[in-house]
């Protein structure tokens, strides 16, 4: 005794098509691949967002495998901790709060080359006497 759930009585009618049971996974491999596209070439500009305009160095390029914590100094004298500006007199107490959230990472310094040495030998002095050890100086690759 058997129960028919075809409702046209187990022939098919033409002009009638049967739903198919699988899902096309097509278009969202498509759109995965394309949202990976942009995440790939959209990752590397959201870095470091100040325009600092760095000296050149010969020196030998850092190899520290951890994300470093960026202090600026643009050509105007404003200071960023990675993207937020803070005021001189505020920096210790900024870096400070981020130390206690677990950072313990190197500090890197990007002063621009049209700010006096003076100023950025301030900051890298403040950012010393707070307790940071691990500090460096950004510059760009000297041109041969």
Do not use: C, W
Not at 50 to 60: F, K, L, R, Y
Not at 107 to 126: C, E, F, P, S, T
Request: avoid cysteine; charge should be negative; proline fraction near 6%.
């Amino acid at each position: 005794m058997g129960v028919n759930l075809n409702p046209a009585g187990g022939r098919h009618r033409p002009g009638r098509t049967r739903h198919m049971a699988e899902i096309n996974v097509t278009p969202m491999v498509d759109v995965m691949l394309v949202l990976l596209i942009v995440f790939m070439v959209a990752a590397p500009l959201l870095t470091v967002g100040i325009e600092v305009d760095t000296p050149e160095s010969a020196a030998n390029p850092i190899t520290d495998s951890g994300e470093p914590l960026t202090v600026s100094i643009t050509a105007d004298g404003t200071i960023y901790v990675q993207d937020t500006p803070v005021e001189y007199e505020n920096l210790t107490a900024h870096l400070t709060a981020v130390a206690n959230a677990g950072y313990d990472q190197q500090i890197l310094i990007r002063g621009d080359k049209n700010r006096a040495y003076g100023d950025v030998a301030r900051v890298m002095g403040r950012i010393n006497a707070a307790g940071f050890r691990r500090i460096g100086l950004v510059t760009d690759q000297e041109q041969q």
